[in-house]
């Protein structure tokens, strides 16, 4: 029987997206159910089919954002990108003002 040694942890490349809503606070307080609607419209028909595409699954949700998980980091910047170009259009439904999505990316060994 060979000694017990320390366990191989197998690493691998993954890509990790934070994003949010800059200004939630101040569009929630101007018309709280029409931005939480417009926000929900905008995951269900352009967020989430774009994360799926990119083949990649959210981690966690917030009120005005989320963390997102890519296992293939070189799918990071095409969702970030198309998304972003994606939501112009979509928010001029947004009154007083649309959102501002932004996001930061990151690539790690885990």
Known sequence: ??????????????????????GYSRLIQADEEGTLGRLKALRVELIDPKIAHHHGRIVKTTGDGGIVNLADPGRLFGPARLERGSTIGKQRSFRPEPPCHRHNEHTAAV
């Open 1 to 22: 029987m060979e000694p017990a040694g320390p366990a191989r942890v197998e690493r691998r490349l993954a890509a990790i997206l934070a994003a949010d809503v800059a």
